[in-house]
């Protein structure tokens, strides 16, 4: 039978038992609730972020490296999504407090060599100050990575933009098993910068927005989705297809298993506060 991952389904002695034993990494998947399209249910970032994790883990075993995997996050960052019904948002600040709190109690465990797994694009500029943040204020360094950063050279390849609920998101869930519903799926505000002035709202020629943006550009703020996009996909997510999304898997789990290789033997945080031992089989804790 293979071995839980989940950090969640493990009892306390199961866990102190696994820590004995050596842990090389924790990866912490973070997602959120929020709409994606007509095609797609809410959680959709979760799923991708924590199939990831399993798959990473699962891969890392089989080089005798021991990974597992956090409770996901999965209310983040989404207050732009809010007119979208069953979207759920926490504040910025909100947010960052979360994430040090499960950082440090991961640590306090002794539970290091934390890599954030981000399945949300919402959530970059907060997780970069998160993880710089967290590293000034504990020396302890949580690496954050990102499916369509690890797989820049497969999802840049893709025609349109890689913004939201569109072909390579979309391809990615396909490939993950989530509930995809193909015949809802929607082409809206392909071209963001026109959707925007469209709308009404200030815009410029060098602004990026898009995850794979390369080049000259201006950082501008989200948009509330809904002024842009009637079905809240930016893209085409017509185009999707099972086969990028395998690609795209294939393509991230062999480096996320890189990054845990590099993080497991290139040096340590500070040690942990102890925690309690797990108890003999059958003794009383």
């Not at 020396?139 to 890689?162: C, K």
């Given at each position: 039978m293979a071995q839980e991952r989940f950090l969640e389904k493990l009892t306390w002695s199961e866990v102190a038992d696994r820590m004995h034993a050596g842990i090389d990494a924790v990866l912490l998947p973070i997602g959120t609730t929020?709409?994606?399209g007509r095609h797609?249910?809410?959680?959709?970032d979760c799923v991708i972020a924590r199939a990831l994790c399993e798959r990473a883990a699962q891969a890392a075993a089989e080089e005798n490296l021991e990974v597992l995997i956090a409770p996901t996050l999965n209310v983040t960052l989404s207050w732009y999504h809010m007119q979208f019904p069953g979207s759920l948002r926490l504040r910025t600040d909100t947010f960052l407090h979360v994430f040090e709190e499960v950082c440090e109690s991961l640590h306090h465990h002794g539970l290091g060599n934390l890599i954030?797994?981000?399945?949300?694009?919402?959530?970059?500029a907060a997780l970069t100050v998160?993880?710089?943040r967290y590293y000034e204020t504990t020396?302890?360094?949580?690496?954050?990575?990102?499916?369509?950063?690890?797989?820049?050279?497969?999802?840049?390849?893709?025609?349109?933009?890689?913004i939201h609920a569109e072909e390579a998101e979309t391809s990615l869930a396909m490939a993950l098993g989530q509930r995809v519903m193909m015949e809802h799926a929607a082409r809206d505000a392909y071209d963001r910068g026109a959707a925007v002035r469209e709308a009404g709202f200030p815009w410029t020629s060098l602004g990026k927005y898009g995850l794979t943006h390369r080049g000259p550009?201006?950082?501008?703020?989200?948009?509330?989705?809904?002024?842009?996009?009637?079905?809240?996909?930016?893209?085409?997510?017509?185009?999707?297809?099972?086969e990028t999304g395998q690609q795209i898997v294939e393509t991230v789990v062999p480096r996320m298993?890189?990054?845990?290789?590099?993080?497991?033997?290139?040096g340590s945080s500070p040690p942990a506060p102890e925690t309690r031992e797990a108890s003999p089989a059958g003794a009383a804790p």
């Open positions: 929020e709409q994606h797609m249910p809410l959680d959709t954030a797994v981000n399945g949300h694009g919402g959530n970059v998160a993880v710089n020396g302890r360094r949580v690496f954050l990575l990102q499916w369509w950063e690890l797989a820049a050279d497969v999802v840049g390849a893709i025609e349109g933009p890689v550009g201006v950082v501008v703020p989200m948009d509330m989705l809904a002024d842009i996009s009637e079905s809240g996909v930016v893209g085409d997510a017509r185009r999707a297809k099972l298993v890189q990054v845990v290789r590099d993080m497991s033997s290139s």
